[in-house]
């Protein structure tokens, strides 16, 4: 079992910036890739970033992509996601993700998901 919990997540003005974190416990983090999704009220769950156990492949969603920047600090067990120029769209629950398959963009390749952030830009 994994455990996750994200944090970092608030109330900004459009152009700011956030940075969420999401600490793991439990199994060995560094073999998972991890993954942050997010959901806006009434609409689906949808993939933001993705990142392997090395860091090494990363990928983005093409909304985000230029503006927001996923890290992981195995030392730590800790993924960031780094949110910058932050748009009003981009209010959201941000959840992250943990997977044995690598990384990738879709929910049901993750095991394991955090209880969420509330991320709110204002415009």
């Known amino acids: 079992q994994v455990q996750l919990v994200e944090s970092g997540g608030g109330l900004v003005q459009a152009g700011g910036s956030l940075r969420l974190s999401c600490a793991a416990s439990?199994?060995?983090?560094?073999?998972?890739?991890m993954g942050w999704f997010r959901q806006a009220p009434g609409k689906e769950r949808l993939f933001v970033a993705t990142?392997?156990?090395?860091?090494?492949?990363?990928y983005y969603a093409d909304s985000v992509k230029g503006r927001f920047t996923i890290s992981r600090d195995n030392a730590k067990n800790t993924v960031y996601l780094q949110m910058d120029s932050l748009k009003p769209e981009d209010t959201a629950v941000y959840y992250c993700?943990?997977?044995?398959?690598?990384?990738?963009?879709?929910?049901?390749?993750?095991?394991?998901w955090g209880q969420g952030t509330q991320v709110t830009v204002s415009s």
């Open positions: 993700a943990a997977g044995e398959r690598g990384p990738s963009m879709w929910r049901d390749q993750y095991e394991y």
């Open positions: 990142i392997s156990w090395s860091g090494g492949n990363i």
């Open positions: 439990g199994r060995t983090f560094s073999s998972y890739g």
